[in-house]
């Protein structure tokens, strides 16, 4: 896949209870260890990562949003976690999330994150609207 992610795009109710096998994700943009982009739509629920996950292209050059599960998520992720490491050149570096405009519930990420870009967080890179609560 383009972004080198385990699915791109979420559709609806895709996926659930699945689990990205260990391993490394790397791609340019909206990179994720399982998911690179989740639509307003979809939602992921009891999934987890532990592949290494790394964004590649600075963000001088438009990289941006890096996650251990999810790299831009404008959908739903609930109680689902990652556990590899994550590192970026890029914009929107997070644990679990690169960037989020959609909802995180009781999810978490328990690894290093490393980033060289703007906006690096433990749990998501940037938060740019919607909700995070039990996380």
Known sequence: MANGSAVWPARPAVPSAASALSGSVSGESAVGGLVGHTLPSGV???????ASVTGTKPRSEGGRDVGGLVGYNAGAVRASYATGAVSGKANNTGGLVGFNSGAVIASYARLDVTGSGRYIGGLAGSHYAGAITFS
């Open 44 to 50: 992921v629920t009891g999934s987890h990562s532990t």
